[in-house]
């Protein structure tokens, strides 16, 4: 991905610690990707600024899980709701692997502990907001044995085609559509059919639950 052609990426924050919030802003300030617009101290007082008919849908939100009143979890579908294109990167302490689980089967397209660099924060801003999804390593393990030892819903590969399946395998791997396209020489627009056609047949909106729902029923 060539992020010296596009534009900065639009972002908000949501998170209860002001010396976070400004250690975050500060660094994200001297970006050449990357620009955070507001942030916020809770979900209620994001959500009512999202709600706004002035307001322009930022590309990416940072979203911490342990908030006063509403939970960073339960503002996963309200958001997406406000904000259908906007995708969600949750950026918390919490290492409770049941949250981390829900978190990415409700629809947020990453996962990063606080402990993470400000250049790993900085990539995944970067890679979910290009349509990718980022897992910090240790988070993905918990995903990993979450669904692995789950019972699987079903074995069958709810109709998806061999294609469909390789680029849902390429998916899982991180790769971003152009990046797919390149591996199985296909063209990127291909690529994107296929995506559309996977979220279809799995009936999830994002990489993420794709991922996530293909892994618990036993399909990748």
Known sequence: MDTSEQ???HIILIEDNPNFRKVLREALDDSE?????NDFGNCERALKYLASATTVPPDVVLLDLELPGMGGLDAIAPIQTQCPKTRIIVLTRSEDETKVVQAI???ASGYLLK?????KIEQSIQDVGAGGASLDPQVANYILRAFQTARPEQTVENGLSKRQLEVLELLAEGLLKKEIADRLD???HTVVMHVRHIYDKLQVQNVSAAVAKAIKRGII
């Open 7 to 9: 534009k900065k990426l």
């Open 33 to 37: 990707y990357v620009t955070i617009g």
């Open 105 to 107: 089967s409700r629809g």
């Open 115 to 119: 402990s993470s660099s400000l250049e």
């Open 186 to 188: 296909l063209s990127y």
